[in-house]
C-alpha cells in the first residue's frame, strides 16, 4: 500500500522534535561564533589605486584608441603584477620577511569596470603592514614597468592608508553565526525526519492499520492515576455502605 504524508504529520513531526532542531541550531551558531571570535586570525585590508594612462607630450589629443589600447593593457598589468619581476624586489624592500609566493597569495589585482584604474588590494593581519605592501608593490610596479614595457604610462592615483579604528574584513562574525544557524535548523530538521522515518515503533491506531493493513475494531480506553485513585474511592465507600447497611 502505498504511504502518503500529510502536512498535518509533517507538522507534528517538526513540533515532536522541536527541542532538538532549536538545540542543534543553537549548538552550530555557539560554535561558529567562538570560531569566528577566538579561532580565525583577523585579516585586514589595503588598497592601492593605478591608473593606465598613455604618456601624451599633447594631452589635448587623447584618442579614443589610445584609451582602447590602455584597457587591453590592464589585463597585461594584472599578471605582471604579481609575477616574480615586481615582487623580487618587494621582497628584497621588506629585508625578505615574505617570500615570492606569500606576497603573491596576499595581493589581489582587479581593474574598475570599463576604466584605466586598477586596484591594488592586500590583506595581511597588521594593517599597517598591508598597506606598506600594497605601496610598495605600487611603485616598485611603476618604476619597474618603464624598463619592461618601455612605456611610462602607470601613475599612483590612490595610495593605500590605514584608517582610525579600521574593521578587518575577515572573518565576519554575525554573518557566520547567522550562516550557521540557517545551516543548523536545516540540520535539525533533516535529522528529525530522518529520526521518525527510521521510528518503527507503533504507537496509535493509524499505525496499526498501516502495518497491519486490518481494520480497527475496538479501542481500549486507559484511565489516569486521578481517575483510578477516585473509582476506587467510591467502591470502599459503596462497600462500606452495604457493610451498614446488611449489618444494622
Known amino acids: 500500500m502505498e504511504e502518503t504524508i500529510s502536512l498535518k504529520e509533517l507538522f507534528g ?11 542543534i541550531a543553537l549548538l552550530a551558531v555557539v560554535v561558529a561564533s567562538i570560531i569566528s571570535f577566538f579561532v580565525i586570525t583577523p585579516m585586514y585590508q589595503s588598497t592601492t589605486q593605478l591608473l593606465v594612462n598613455q604618456e601624451q607630450t599633447e594631452p589635448a589629443n587623447v584618442q579614443v584608441s589610445d584609451i582602447q589600447a590602455n584597457l587591453q593593457l590592464i589585463n597585461t598589468y594584472s599578471g605582471i603584477i604579481k609575477s616574480p619581476a615586481i615582487l623580487e624586489p618587494v621582497s628584497e624592500q621588506l629585508n625578505n620577511e615574505l617570500s615570492v609566493g606569500q606576497l603573491n597569495s596576499k595581493i589581489t589585482v582587479q581593474n574598475e569596470q570599463n576604466s584605466q ?15 606598506e605592501i600594497a605601496n610598495m608593490t605600487a611603485e616598485v610596479f611603476q618604476n ?3 624598463d619592461l614595457m618601455n612605456v ?21 562574525p554575525f554573518l557566520n553565526m547567522a550562516i550557521a544557524l540557517v545551516v543548523g535548523l536545516m540540520v535539525g530538521v533533516g535529522i528529525a525526519f530522518l529520526l521518525e522515518y527510521l521510528d518503527n515503533s507503533i504507537k496509535t491506531e493509524q499505525d496499526i492499520e498501516q502495518h497491519l493493513e486490518l481494520p480497527i475494531l475496538g479501542v481500549i480506553g486507559s484511565m489516569d492515576n486521578k481517575q483510578t485513585v477516585s473509582t476506587s474511592k467510591v467502591n470502599v465507600q459503596q462497600n462500606r455502605a452495604r457493610s451498614e447497611r446488611y449489618g444494622s
Open 13 to 23: 513531526t517538526l513540533k515532536k522534535r522541536l527541542m532538538m532542531i532549536l538545540s
Open 117 to 131: 584604474i586598477v586596484n591594488l588590494t592586500v590583506e595581511d593581519e597588521n594593517p599597517y603592514k598591508a598597506a
Open 144 to 146: 619597474e614597468i618603464v
Open 152 to 172: 611610462n604610462n602607470v601613475n599612483i592615483l590612490s595610495p593605500a592608508v590605514v584608517t582610525d579604528n579600521q574593521s578587518p574584513v575577515s572573518p565576519q
